[in-house]
Protein backbone atom coordinates (compact mmCIF):
# COMPACT_ATOMS: atom_id res chain seq x y z
CA UNK A 1 0.00 0.00 0.00
CA UNK A 2 1.02 3.23 -0.82
CA UNK A 3 0.59 6.36 1.22
CA UNK A 4 0.97 10.25 0.50
CA UNK A 5 2.73 12.46 3.52
CA UNK A 6 3.55 15.88 3.90
CA UNK A 7 5.22 18.40 6.43
CA UNK A 8 2.26 18.00 8.87
CA UNK A 9 1.42 14.12 9.63
CA UNK A 10 5.48 13.14 8.25
CA UNK A 11 6.43 12.57 11.91
CA UNK A 12 3.06 10.14 12.56
CA UNK A 13 2.98 8.10 9.26
CA UNK A 14 6.94 7.74 8.90
CA UNK A 15 8.82 8.15 12.53
CA UNK A 16 6.12 6.55 14.27
CA UNK A 17 4.90 4.10 12.22
CA UNK A 18 8.37 3.19 11.12
CA UNK A 19 8.53 1.93 15.46
CA UNK A 20 6.41 -1.07 13.76
CA UNK A 21 7.33 -1.83 10.49
CA UNK A 22 10.25 0.15 8.00
CA UNK A 23 8.65 3.00 6.30
CA UNK A 24 10.61 3.09 2.75
CA UNK A 25 9.94 7.57 1.58
CA UNK A 26 10.07 8.17 -1.87
CA UNK A 27 11.05 11.96 -2.42
CA UNK A 28 9.95 12.68 -5.46
CA UNK A 29 8.26 15.57 -8.21
CA UNK A 30 5.81 15.28 -11.25
CA UNK A 31 8.56 17.24 -13.22
CA UNK A 32 11.09 14.60 -12.24
CA UNK A 33 11.26 12.35 -15.66
CA UNK A 34 13.75 9.45 -13.73
CA UNK A 35 11.09 10.20 -10.03
CA UNK A 36 8.56 9.14 -12.71
CA UNK A 37 10.46 6.02 -13.90
CA UNK A 38 11.04 4.54 -10.04
CA UNK A 39 7.60 5.05 -9.25
CA UNK A 40 6.14 1.85 -10.93
CA UNK A 41 9.08 0.15 -9.39
CA UNK A 42 8.68 0.54 -5.85
CA UNK A 43 4.92 -0.29 -6.65
CA UNK A 44 5.29 -3.19 -7.89
CA UNK A 45 7.91 -4.13 -4.95
CA UNK A 46 5.65 -2.87 -2.30
CA UNK A 47 2.89 -5.42 -3.92
CA UNK A 48 5.50 -8.16 -3.97
CA UNK A 49 6.73 -7.64 -0.39
CA UNK A 50 4.36 -5.74 0.98
CA UNK A 51 3.83 -7.26 4.88
CA UNK A 52 7.46 -6.64 4.79
CA UNK A 53 7.31 -2.67 4.89
CA UNK A 54 5.14 0.57 4.00
CA UNK A 55 5.51 2.78 1.08
CA UNK A 56 4.78 6.31 1.44
CA UNK A 57 5.73 9.17 -1.26
CA UNK A 58 6.49 13.09 -0.34
CA UNK A 59 6.25 15.89 -3.33
CA UNK A 60 9.48 17.86 -2.73
CA UNK A 61 8.24 21.07 -3.94
CA UNK A 62 5.06 20.61 -1.84
CA UNK A 63 6.86 19.75 1.08
CA UNK A 64 10.26 21.80 1.22
CA UNK A 65 10.29 21.55 4.92
CA UNK A 66 10.69 17.49 5.74
CA UNK A 67 12.89 17.56 2.14
CA UNK A 68 15.03 19.83 3.95
CA UNK A 69 15.06 18.33 7.47
CA UNK A 70 16.29 15.29 5.86
CA UNK A 71 19.09 16.54 3.22
CA UNK A 72 16.99 15.88 0.36
CA UNK A 73 18.75 17.75 -2.70
CA UNK A 74 18.44 15.53 -5.84
CA UNK A 75 15.68 13.47 -6.89
CA UNK A 76 14.12 10.79 -6.84
CA UNK A 77 15.66 10.14 -3.34
CA UNK A 78 14.29 6.99 -0.93
CA UNK A 79 14.94 6.52 2.23
CA UNK A 80 14.04 3.82 4.85
CA UNK A 81 13.11 4.73 7.96
CA UNK A 82 13.19 1.62 10.85
CA UNK A 83 12.73 2.10 14.65
CA UNK A 84 11.74 5.44 14.69
CA UNK A 85 15.02 6.69 12.74
CA UNK A 86 16.47 7.22 9.62
CA UNK A 87 18.35 3.88 8.85
CA UNK A 88 19.28 4.04 5.01
CA UNK A 89 18.62 5.95 1.11
CA UNK A 90 19.68 6.01 -2.51
CA UNK A 91 19.29 8.68 -4.94
CA UNK A 92 18.67 8.15 -8.60
CA UNK A 93 16.27 5.89 -11.07
CA UNK A 94 18.01 2.54 -10.17
CA UNK A 95 16.59 -0.82 -11.99
CA UNK A 96 14.07 -3.15 -10.39
CA UNK A 97 17.00 -5.56 -9.19
CA UNK A 98 19.13 -2.95 -7.67
CA UNK A 99 16.02 -1.86 -5.79
CA UNK A 100 15.07 -4.65 -4.35
CA UNK A 101 18.56 -5.48 -3.45
CA UNK A 102 18.67 -2.50 -2.23
CA UNK A 103 15.02 -3.64 0.11
CA UNK A 104 16.50 -7.21 1.37
CA UNK A 105 19.39 -5.71 2.65
CA UNK A 106 17.74 -2.95 4.33
CA UNK A 107 14.72 -4.65 5.57
Known sequence: MEIKV???????????K???????VDFWA????????????LEKLVKEMGDKFVL???N???????SGRFGVSSIPNVKIFKN??????FVGALPEESVK???DKNL
Open 6 to 16: NDSNFEKEVIE
Open 18 to 24: SKEIPVV
Open 30 to 41: GWCMPCLMLAPV
Open 56 to 58: VKL
Open 60 to 66: VDENPET
Open 84 to 89: GELANG
Open 101 to 103: QWL
